[in-house]
C-alpha cells in the first residue's frame, strides 16, 4: 500500500483535477471552475478510518452545499431572508466544532455556497451538472481506492478543546463575526463576498491561541501563494504547463494542512488563481482577483481576530486537574 501522504495527495489530484479536466475538454471554462471548486471542497472532508465513514462525509457536504446553494438561488441578491439562514448556518457550524467533523463541513460549506449562489449570476443548468458530476466522481474515486487499498491510514487528530467562554458563546461569537465579514464582503463588491467569509470561517477556532495562530499563517500564506501566482501569470505560459501546474498544485495540498497552514493556505490560492486564469481569456480578470484576495483575507483575517476577543473570556476560570 502507498504511503498516506502520497496517497491523499493522488486523491487530491484526481478531485480536483478529473472535474476541471472534464469542463476543459467540453470547451466550458464556468463548468470547469464549479467542477474543480467542488472537488476541492469535498476533498477537505475525506477521513481516516473505513469506506462507509468516507462516504457519509461526502454525502453530508454536498448536502449541505446542495442545501445552501439551493436556498442561494430562490433568494437570489442577498435578500433578508439570507442574513437570517446564514447566521443559522454559521452558528451551527460553530456550535458543531464540539459535535462532529461532518456536521461541521456541511454546515460551513453550506453557509459558503449559500453566499455563493445569493451573489454570483444565474446558474445555468448545464454548469451545476458538473458540481453534480464532481460527487459522483469523488464517491466513486473513495470506493476504488477504498478496494485496492483499503481504510485511508490514521493521522494524528487534533486535540479537540472546549472553549473556555463555553460553546454557546463561541457559536454566537462565530456566527457574529461570519456575518459581519458576509456585511462587509456584500458591501465591497458581492462578487467578493466569498473570500472574506472564507478566512473567517475557517481560522475562527474554539481555541484563541489557534485562532491567532491560524489568522497569521493564513494571511501570510495567502501572500505568498498570491505572489507566487502573479510571478506565474507574468510569465504567459502556454496554457498546458499552467493546467501541468495546477495538477502539481492540488497534489501537494494535503501534505501541509496539520503541519505547515501557511503553506497549505499558499497552495490553495496558488490553485484557485491559476484555475482562474484557465477558466478566463482576460488577464485582467486575474490581475485584478491578485489584489483582491490579499484585500480578502486581511479583511477576514481582521474580523476573525475581532470575533476570537469577543469568544473567549480576558480571565477564563482555571482548568480542573
Known amino acids: 500500500m502507498p504511503d498516506g501522504a502520497y496517497r491523499r495527495g493522488l486523491l487530491f489530484l484526481l478531485s480536483v483535477g478529473l472535474p476541471f ?8 471554462p464556468a463548468g470547469a ?3 474543480a471548486m467542488t472537488g476541492l471542497i469535498l476533498s477537505f472532508g475525506d477521513d481516516d478510518g473505513p469506506l462507509q465513514r468516507r462516504l457519509m462525509l461526502v454525502v453530508y457536504i454536498a448536502g449541505g452545499v446542495a442545501l445552501g446553494g439551493a436556498v442561494g438561488i430562490l433568494l437570489h441578491g442577498f435578500a433578508w431572508p439570507i442574513w437570517i439562514v446564514f447566521a443559522l448556518a454559521t452558528f451551527a457550524s460553530g456550535w458543531f466544532l464540539g459535535v462532529g467533523k461532518a456536521q461541521t463541513l456541511a454546515a460551513r460549506f453550506g453557509a459558503m455556497a449559500l453566499v455563493v449562489t445569493s451573489g ?9 451538472g458538473y458540481a453534480g458530476g464532481a460527487v459522483l466522481c469523488i464517491a466513486l474515486l473513495r470506493i476504488v481506492d477504498h478496494l485496492v487499498f483499503g481504510p485511508l491510514a490514521q493521522q494524528k487528530p487534533r486535540p ?4 473556555s467562554g463555553g460553546w454557546l458563546r463561541f457559536a454566537l461569537a462565530y456566527a457574529a463575526a461570519a456575518s459581519v465579514s458576509l456585511a462587509i464582503g456584500v458591501g465591497v463588491d458581492p462578487g467578493r463576498a466569498l473570500w472574506v467569509v472564507v478566512t473567517t470561517l475557517v481560522v475562527m477556532q474554539p481555541d484563541a491561541r489557534a485562532s491567532y495562530v491560524l489568522i497569521v499563517q493564513r494571511i501570510a500564506g495567502t ?10 501569470t507574468s510569465l504567459v505560459p502556454p496554457h498546458w504547463a499552467i ?3 495546477v495538477l502539481a498544485v492540488a497534489a501537494l495540498i494535503p501534505h501541509h494542512l496539520q503541519n505547515r497552514y501557511w503553506l497549505h493556505t499558499a497552495l490553495i490560492a496558488l490553485l484557485v488563481l491559476l484555475i482562474y486564469d484557465l477558466g478566463t481569456a482576460d488577464p485582467r480578470v486575474v490581475a485584478g482577483l491578485l489584489v483582491e484576495r490579499l484585500q480578502d483575507v486581511l479583511l477576514g483575517g481582521g474580523i476573525a481576530l475581532m470575533g476570537t476577543l469577543v469568544a473567549f473570556p480576558r480571565n477564563p476560570p482555571p482548568e480542573e486537574g
Open 21 to 28: 479536466l472534464a469542463g476543459l475538454g467540453l470547451n466550458d
Open 33 to 35: 471552475l464549479l467542477g
Open 120 to 128: 454570483a449570476p444565474a446558474f445555468h443548468p448545464a454548469e451545476l
Open 160 to 163: 479537540r478543546r472546549v472553549p
Open 223 to 232: 501572500v505568498l501563494g498570491v505572489v507566487a501566482a502573479f510571478a506565474v
Open 243 to 245: 493546467l501541468a501546474l
